[in-house]
């Protein structure tokens, strides 16, 4: 069994004499703690796809590195520990630190609010009603868009106070409306006994949806 430097330093009250103290404090003065083996692993953006980089920040690379440019940062930060880290890591260190705690948390929410529905359904679909609805159990509109220059489709649901409350997407820019409300599970949002308000590029099923 080797002896430890906690060994020798409860060993020190026991040293009586001069000679023995000495002793001690000479086998402390040798003793070498090992060092752990460390890999030596560089971080870098220009390793990585921009498919990893949005799964893993929200951003691709290209976004990543704007962003530190444009809040402001070094090119080089130095941390309280003497620590220089380069910007886009620091940039790819805190996105990613954000990204989980944002859908662990708030993961319901961002897809379907369905507490802030559940509380506000009656004064939704009387506000609806108000307006000339011929139905009185329409609560939300359901429509989706599609941002050209990456041909993705995304699909939401506004309520009539103006709160989104459902967000869907993305999916590829060729898929139909139909698919992607039948992809996004919308018959688990609203029930049985309300629906939304679509327009004629949604399928209806079930009077789930009203068409317009």
């Not at 962003?67 to 880290?85: C, D, E, K, Y």
């Not at 509109?141 to 941002?147: A, L, Q, V, W, Y």
Request: aromatic residues 10%.
């Amino acid at each position: 069994m080797s002896i430890t430097q906690r060994n020798l330093m409860q060993l020190v009250p026991f040293a009586k004499t001069p000679r023995q103290r000495a002793t001690l404090l000479a086998l402390m003065a040798t003793y070498v703690m090992e060092r752990p083996l460390i890999p030596e692993i560089r971080f870098s953006l220009e390793t990585t796809t921009d498919v990893t980089a949005i799964l893993d920040y929200r951003f691709d690379i290209a976004g990543i590195k704007q962003l530190g440019f444009v809040l402001g940062f070094p090119a080089v930060i130095i941390t309280q520990n003497r620590v220089r880290v380069h910007r886009d890591e620091t940039m790819s260190v805190l996105l990613g630190r954000l990204v989980f705690p944002l859908y662990a948390q708030w993961g319901t929410l961002l897809y379907f609010n369905q507490n802030l529905v559940a509380k506000n359904i009656d004064r939704y679909c009387t506000a609806v009603t108000s307006k000339g609805a011929p139905l009185s159990s329409v609560f939300g509109f359901i429509d989706g868009t599609k941002k050209r220059n990456h041909c993705h489709n995304y699909q939401g649901v506004t309520a009539p106070d103006g709160i989104c409350v459902h967000v869907f997407g993305p999916v590829e820019g060729r898929r139909y409306d139909a698919t992607m409300l039948r992809e996004s599970g919308y018959k688990y949002l609203g029930g049985a006994e309300t629906c939304f308000r679509g327009n004629r590029c949604m399928a209806i099923q079930r009077m789930e949806l009203c068409l317009t």
